[in-house]
């Protein structure tokens, strides 16, 4: 029996992009995620996942070596077009956690990694690939088109009126499987809502970097057959 592919998932929430992770293969799962409230329910939805309530940026530097994949999706909103250029928001300085885990994860890690966040207001300090709303920082080739599935996603100026964004909301549920009203946390429904990663797209790169990392072992495997 092979042994479970160790994976770190990191700023958990409610886990979007692991939702269909153990159709790619037998997983065990660490998830990080500093919420508690989105902790809670992540146990709840992956029951064998091991949950830890922590600064997920701390974690990776101290356990990075203990896994065979990590994900990481660090916070967006100071990064995000729509808090650059909308005057209600106030000004921040765009986190650069982002980029040390980038650079870290490039010089560091032996196995396959999956960086992701929004497309930002600025251009890109490293280069990702684009795919859908969203930019992937990895050390491996994603396919072009991740997922197949849609959802539509209103603009900042109807998310003021509530029906329309709890109309989103439901819609959201439906494309990601899962009723955010259970949340009951310090956080807006609508941005974890919004954040989550297409389960679809999540399998499809857990599922690239496995095959890569399988090609990879079997061609060292015949390599030193022959020596």
């Keep these: ?47 064998n996942d091991k949950v830890i ?3 997920a940026h701390q974690y990776l530097l101290d356990h990075y070596k203990e896994f065979d ?39 560091r890690f032996k196995g396959k990694y999956c960086i992701e966040n929004v497309i930002p207001y600025y251009e890109p300090l490293i280069t990702a690939q684009k795919r859908d709303r969203h930019l992937y920082w990895t050390n491996f080739n994603l396919p072009n088109i991740l997922s197949n599935r849609k959802v539509k996603i209103g603009s900042n ?3 003021e009126k509530t029906k329309v964004k709890n109309h989103e909301i439901k819609n959201l549920c439906k494309f990601h499987e899962f009723d955010f009203f259970k949340y009951k ?4 429904l609508d941005k974890i809502a919004r954040n989550l990663v297409d389960y679809e797209a999540g399998k499809a790169i857990l599922e690239t970097a496995l095959n890569i990392q399988k090609a990879n072992n079997t061609k060292q495997k015949t390599i030193f057959d022959y020596i």
């Design 53 to 55: 309530v922590a600064d």
């Design 69 to 107: 994949f990590i994900w990481s999706s660090p916070p967006c909103p100071t990064h995000s077009r729509a808090r650059a250029y909308n005057s209600r928001y106030e000004p921040l300085y765009p986190d650069m956690k982002l980029y040390q885990e980038i650079i870290f994860l490039q010089t």
């Design 157 to 159: 100026k109807t998310q």
């Design 1 to 47: 029996m092979e042994n479970k592919y160790k994976i770190l998932n990191l700023y958990a929430c409610l886990g979007g992009n692991r939702y269909k992770w153990d159709e790619v293969t037998d997983v065990e799962v660490t998830a990080v995620e500093l919420d508690p409230e989105a902790a809670r329910l992540y146990q709840e939805r992956f029951p």
């Design 185 to 188: 946390g310090q956080q807006r």
